[in-house]
């Protein structure tokens, strides 16, 4: 341990945890400490179940306590309590389908893909939320043009804000971009915990959770946290992107956490007059869901008027539902529920005469 950390480390551990006694470092409560170059620092404090308004003044104490060492630029400190779905205000308890939306690599168009989908199952009659989970790049913010920050909930809970007939809620809200990207490790985890048991959903057919990418522990702790009804995974063609796939299917496979389809992104552009080309490779998704066994949702192209109305913060599916790409993501939807519906469907029971 580098002398600043050491020095960091000491001063929070002069804080007393008013359980044991002891200091907040002593206790096990301080996880994911880091101290960056460019002298941000973040921590989490993991306070136990029923105990986080006690530890809620100490959280700020600890984040004064590093702001006044020499040195440091930023602080952020995250609280967490292990406490169950059904204690809280928030939560998804009430969310009758959860989706995750994967990519085991990044730059595949995860989270345009989500968003869109997120759209096409509202414009379907289903209600329907995002969670943007990606704390190292939030996209919401941009792809649906927030601004605002997100009012407080009851008890300490945070509610989504609307946006284009969805209940959404993002990293990004919260904080700025520069300081979702330094959490990392515990510090990661943490936060994703908060996201889900803290914000209050009311009521919804859909939740979608636009995943990081990659199958490290914050995958791991949402797959092993949440109640899900299956995942998503998106791919482009090429054998690059493919060989992540197969990591994905593997972790779901793990987990037990059922895979509802593979979609193919960037499958090809078509220019005006109809003709195609297939910039990244043509159909490797949808051999690797038939290799793996799993359901291929189908394709969606490179597409101009997709890029622009996401720059714009304007979904397409929601700004301009009668084009052709706004069909296929409602067909992919559709497809989509109609393989949670097939396998929650309960087994047939055997009468014997």
Not at 25 to 34: V, Y
Not at 261 to 275: K, R, T
């Amino acid at each position: 341990m580098n002398n600043r950390l050491a020095q960091l480390q000491e001063r929070l551990d002069a804080i007393e945890d008013p359980l044991t006694g002891k200091g907040l470092f002593t206790s096990g409560r301080i996880l994911g400490l880091d101290w960056r170059d460019d002298g941000k620092v973040s921590f989490t404090i993991e306070a136990p179940a029923g105990e986080a308004a006690r530890y809620a003044k100490l959280r700020d104490r600890a984040e004064a306590e590093a702001r006044a060492l020499e040195g440091v630029t930023s602080v952020v400190a995250v609280l967490t309590a292990h406490e169950g779905p059904a204690k809280q205000a928030g939560g998804v308890a009430r969310v009758k389908h959860i989706i995750a939306i994967a990519s085991a690599k990044g730059g595949v168009g995860k989270s345009t893909l989500a968003v869109n989908l997120a759209c096409a199952f509202a414009a379907l009659g289903y209600k329907t939320g995002l969670l943007d989970l990606d704390v190292y790049g939030p996209s919401a913010p941009t792809l649906l043009g927030v601004r605002e920050k997100p009012e407080p909930g009851p008890d300490k809970t945070i509610m989504p804000i609307d946006a284009f007939g969805l209940k959404t809620m993002s990293i990004g809200y919260l904080v700025d971009a520069a300081s979702a990207m330094i959490w990392r490790g515990a510090m990661a985890t943490s936060a994703v915990r908060q996201m889900i048991d803290e914000v209050v959903w009311g009521e919804l057919d859909v939740l979608l959770l636009d995943m990081p990418p990659g199958t490290g522990d914050v995958q791991l702790t949402l797959v092993q946290r949440v109640p899900l009804a299956g995942a998503i995974i998106v791919s482009t063609p090429q054998e690059l992107a493919l060989a992540d796939v197969r990591r994905g299917l593997a972790m779901f496979e793990k987990t037990r956490a059922p895979v509802l389809g593979i979609i193919e992104n960037m499958a090809y552009f078509e220019a005006p007059d109809g003709s195609r080309t297939h910039i990244f490779g043509q159909g490797g998704a949808r051999r690797v869901a038939q290799q793996a066994g799993a359901p291929f949702l189908g394709e969606i192209p490179i597409d101009v008027a997709l890029r622009e109305a996401s720059d714009a913060g304007r979904p397409l599916v929601a700004s301009a539902p009668e084009s052709a790409t706004s069909f296929r993501f409602r067909d992919i939807a559709q497809a989509a529920y109609a393989n949670i519906e097939m396998l929650n469907k309960p087994a047939p029971k055997i009468v014997v005469a």
